[in-house]
């Protein structure tokens, strides 16, 4: 029977949610193969990370550890993960698509004379893999061909963390043979994003503003829809690039990814930069005064009409709703 494994992450003392949409994606494939995903954490102190896994719907977890991956380095993290994947002979393994995975999962994938299949948005049948190409312009289907696990990571947003199962699983724990000597580089203190750094990646509602705000002055209008929805304020990149609001807030293939329950674009036209950055969210809802405007190719609701009538009606309408 096939199996299929997935690697957790831990960030800032919990799974973090995209490691929860990477369960996810294993649970969609091992149910394809008429089979249960197992996960893995990989550290030196992965005793309550693994206890929040097992409740997870998988068959079974495994913390890899080893008093060398107290802190993360590419050697300790690929060997260790060789060592377990060379015992286990798993059919898949998924990652998620993280800074980390992508410094040391090509070299776990190299040193099992496997590729890894980066940033998957998609498992269809087969099973294939798509990745987008081109900036989102065009999809890529991918099977694995000869025998050893096929690895993959899935992109941020493209699966939902809320549809991992629920469940319990049995524990256990795998040691690795790791000596100093094979660890080449010294880690130093994790990076740290700065107080200010804005996370959309895991905001839940957005409102993203773009060119059709015309002005910087005009801001506050979207400003003042976001806090009556609660929503973090994004935009697309021409917003940025004037420097009217910081690059952190950008979304799209030179921005971040993001994935919340709505996200409201405001004045934007829905280039494909913009939306390989955007149309994985739940709800797309879009204001755009051209009927014609691509973004409303993805929109789930559309409002025809003028961003400087339709923003602040609707904000207005927010307020009074909760008083
Ligand atoms: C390599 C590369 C990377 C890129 N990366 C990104 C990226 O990460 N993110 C990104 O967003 N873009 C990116 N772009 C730019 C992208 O191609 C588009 O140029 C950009 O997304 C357009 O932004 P916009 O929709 O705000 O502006 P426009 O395309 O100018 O659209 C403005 C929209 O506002 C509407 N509008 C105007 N006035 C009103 C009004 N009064 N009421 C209602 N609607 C109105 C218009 O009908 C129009 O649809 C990238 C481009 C390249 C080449």
């Avoid at 203190?189 to 996370?199: L, N």
Wanted: hydrophobic share 40%; aromatic share 8%.
């Amino acid at each position: 029977m096939s199996s299929v494994w997935v690697v957790l992450e831990e960030r800032g003392g919990r799974i973090s949610r995209i490691s929860w949409e990477a369960a996810a994606a294993g649970q969609q494939l091992a149910s394809q193969l008429n089979t249960k995903a197992n996960a893995l954490l990989i550290g030196s102190q992965t005793e309550s990370f693994a206890a929040e896994a097992a409740n997870k719907g998988l068959a079974k977890v495994v913390r890899v550890e080893h008093p060398l991956l107290d802190q993360y380095t590419a050697d300790g993290f690929s060997l260790a993960l060789e060592q377990f994947f060379r015992a286990e002979s798993p059919d898949y393994v998924v990652f998620p698509h993280t800074y980390q995975v992508r410094d040391y999962a090509p070299a776990l994938a190299a040193r099992l004379n496997r590729v890894l299949i980066s940033d998957v948005t998609a498992i269809g049948e087969g099973p294939a893999f798509t990745r987008q190409l081109m900036q989102g312009r065009l999809n890529g289907n991918y099977r694995p061909s000869g025998t050893g696990p096929c690895f993959l990571s899935v992109q941020s947003g493209a699966f939902r963390a809320e549809t991992a199962e629920a469940g319990s699983a049995e524990v256990t724990t795998f040691t690795p043979e790791i000596a100093p000597e094979q660890i080449r580089t010294k880690p130093s203190e994790p990076f740290r994003g700065s107080a200010q750094t804005v996370d959309l990646g895991s905001a839940q509602f957005i409102v993203a503003v773009g060119r059709g705000i015309k002005e910087a002055d005009n801001l506050s209008i979207v400003q003042d829809l976001a806090a009556a929805l609660g929503a973090e304020l994004a935009a697309s990149r021409p917003i940025c690039d004037n420097g009217w609001l910081p690059l952190e807030r950008q979304v799209g293939s030179s921005g971040q990814t993001v994935a919340p329950k709505v996200y409201l674009a405001v004045g934007i036209s829905g280039a494909i930069q913009h939306l390989v950055g955007m149309k994985g969210s739940q709800c797309i809802v879009a204001i755009n005064k051209d009927p014609e405007a691509p973004i409303f190719e993805v929109a789930d609701y559309g409002i025809v009409g003028d961003l400087f009538e339709v923003v602040p009606a609707l904000t207005e309408a927010l307020k009074s709703a909760k008083q």
